[in-house]
């Protein structure tokens, strides 16, 4: 059974379903309890599992959970980590069990699912402008009416489908909403302050909305110059508190709080640096970050980017996040000395940012596995078969047999989840201990 905490959160439902043979990852041939997953005695290095398998390590999930909670106690921010990472209830939970504020999502289906499962509270950062989809948010606000949603706006068209779909349908309190402030060229968000504040004071005239605060996203703000990139970010929080500044000398806010929201899974730090210096207002500011990758961590971008956040932290070696995510897969061609045909593609790992990164091998059976040389990369990868290259003339190109296991790091874990509507967290001897769900 699911043994990370879960605060509270529905989730006895997927504890008892039955699965059926036919789950990605799962060896059964006869349906079975999901709770029962844990008392199987599944290894998935003895080859106890199918192939390939997403696994999550209980021990990386748990000390990134406290990590987290340690920065944000140290900052004096509050946490709504991006749940679009995963869409992973039991995760959903082990997150708010350990201090999270809330949960953000990116669309009103995502926003139903977690509701679906108990999550009270959600920060949906995306633009919220359909027909339907203005009506799947305010249907769970009059249904529950202390289910609480922030919403976002970036121009006065879409203000005035809030205000009309909301004045249509009165809620028991106005809808609260946060203007997005966007980078020139990049995604949606008011281009300049001006835009900004034109938005704003549209949301706190409309007597059916009210006016909550400031949001943003610097992530997009990563490129190959790094200095370049913290100054941007910098510059972008700045811009953030400026807003919230004008708008409360105007006497925009009408809240118990103002809140402010940013950081991604890159740059967290510099966000809570920059909300930290926030001027005295009329009332208080809420600072909120939105780092959904934390959770897992990967090998390849955010491995990179947390390595140098840690240097600006001052964070000791190996006391940082830690990666929590693999993909194993078995080796099922060996047609030249050193290339490795394996069973795991572009149906179940990230390719958008990094191919996977391999990292072990084992031949199935007790034992822990052997860290792969340097030089062993994936070049390529079909739906589902990967090429892993061996380095030439290493005695790997003949120890390694058709049946191995290979186990894979990711880079970018928002695109490996999605892949898998099931997923077995594992001990560090990677002992199946129980499963965790998705809802994409």
């Not at 510099?270 to 009332?283: D, E, K, P, S």
Request: overall charge negative; aromatic content about 6%.
């Amino acid at each position: 059974m699911n043994t990370l905490p879960h605060d509270s959160l529905a989730l006895a439902g997927l504890e008892e379903q039955i699965l059926q043979p036919g789950v990605k990852g799962l060896p059964i041939t006869e349906p079975l309890r999901q709770g029962a997953i844990g008392v199987q005695g599944w290894n998935v290095l003895h080859g106890d599992t199918s192939f390939p398998v997403a696994v999550l390590k209980t021990s990386a999930l748990r000390h990134n959970l406290d990590w987290m909670r340690g920065f944000c106690q140290r900052y004096g921010a509050t946490l709504a980590p991006h749940g679009k990472t995963t869409m992973s209830p039991q995760l959903f939970g082990a997150q708010l069990a350990n201090g999270a504020w809330g949960i953000t999502l990116a669309t009103t289906t995502q926003v139903q699912v977690a509701h679906r499962f108990g999550v009270r509270r959600v920060l949906l950062a995306n633009q919220l402008v359909t027909r339907a989809d203005i009506k799947g948010i305010l249907q769970l606000l009059h249904d529950d009416p202390d289910f609480e949603c922030v919403v976002l706006a970036d121009s006065l068209a879409g203000v005035a489908r809030l205000a009309e779909a909301v004045g249509a349908h009165p809620l028991a309190r106005a809808l609260p909403v946060l203007v997005e402030l966007g980078l020139p060229g990049k995604r949606a968000g008011c281009r300049t302050i001006d835009q900004a504040m034109t938005v704003a004071r549209a949301i706190a005239g409309a007597p059916s909305l009210r006016l909550t605060g400031f949001e943003g996203y610097e992530g997009l703000l990563v490129s190959d110059d790094r200095e370049a990139d913290v100054r941007a970010v910098d510059d972008f929080v700045a811009a953030l508190v400026a807003l919230m500044c004008e708008a409360d000398d105007e006497g925009l806010f009408t809240g118990p709080e103002i809140l402010v929201s940013a950081g991604g899974s890159a740059y967290f730090d510099l966000v809570a640096r920059g909300l930290r210096q926030t001027t005295r207002l009329t009332r208080p500011v809420r600072a909120v970050l939105r780092s959904g990758c934390y959770l897992t961590s990967d090998h390849g971008s955010y491995y990179r980017l947390i390595g140098e956040l840690n240097e600006r932290e001052d964070v000791a070696p190996g006391e940082g996040l830690q990666a929590a995510l693999e993909v194993w897969s078995a080796v099922l061609s060996r047609p030249e000395p050193d290339l490795a045909i394996l069973s795991m593609g572009k149906r179940d790992a990230s390719y958008d940012v990094d191919l996977p990164i391999p990292l072990y091998t084992h031949s199935p059976g007790p034992g822990m596995p052997t860290a792969l040389p340097d030089g062993c990369t994936i070049f390529k990868m079909n739906d589902q078969h990967a090429y892993l290259r061996l380095p030439a003339g290493h005695p790997l190109c003949d120890t390694l047999a058709v049946g191995d296991l290979v186990g894979c790091g990711i880079s970018h874990p928002c695109t490996t989840f999605d892949k898998w509507p099931l997923l077995l967290a594992v001990d560090d001897d990677y002992r199946v201990r129980f499963a965790v769900n998705t809802f994409f």
